[in-house]
């Protein structure tokens, strides 16, 4: 799985569920497939899914204090992925940046608004003041 994907996954999986009042029972809104399958997309796609709403819950939640909404690797650790630089380095790759990935804070800001920006693409509804 890439770590776009995995990440994608990682925030999509937390999409709460509805009780479907025709049959009694919940109804899961995001992903059911298997992790890292088209299905699973396919899914994530089909259902718009609150990424800030997801996020902010789960950082009320997190023993640390994490700014997700600015910096990647606080929004990689809130959704348990690896933060370090390796990791970071292997996304921007992922995602075809072109910078010197050496100059850590300019790919961090950039890394951060292009995984909102493919969030947004693949079905996230991400606040406008986190595409900019």
Same mark, same amino acid.
């Given at each position: 799985m890439s770590k776009f994907s995995e990440l994608m996954h990682k925030v999509f999986r937390h999409?709460?569920? %509805? @009780?479907?009042?025709?049959?009694g029972g919940p109804i899961k809104r995001g992903i059911t497939?298997?992790?890292g399958t088209? %299905? @699973?997309t396919a899914t994530a796609v089909a259902t718009e899914v609150d990424v800030e709403a997801i996020l902010n819950k789960l950082a009320s939640e997190h023993h640390e204090k994490l700014?997700?909404?600015?910096?990647i690797v606080?929004?990689?650790?809130l959704v348990g992925?690896?933060?370090?630089?390796k990791e970071r380095k292997e996304l921007a790759a992922e995602l075809k940046y072109s910078g010197d990935t050496n100059d850590s804070a300019?790919?961090?800001i950039w890394l951060h608004k292009q995984v909102?920006?493919?969030?947004?693409?693949?079905?996230g509804k991400v606040p406008a003041s986190l595409l900019d």
């Open positions: 999409q709460p569920v %509805a @009780e479907n009042p025709n049959l497939p298997a992790p088209a %299905a @699973e700014d997700w909404k600015h910096s606080d929004l990689m650790k992925m690896d933060s370090s630089i300019a790919m961090n909102m920006k493919k969030l947004a693409e693949n079905g």
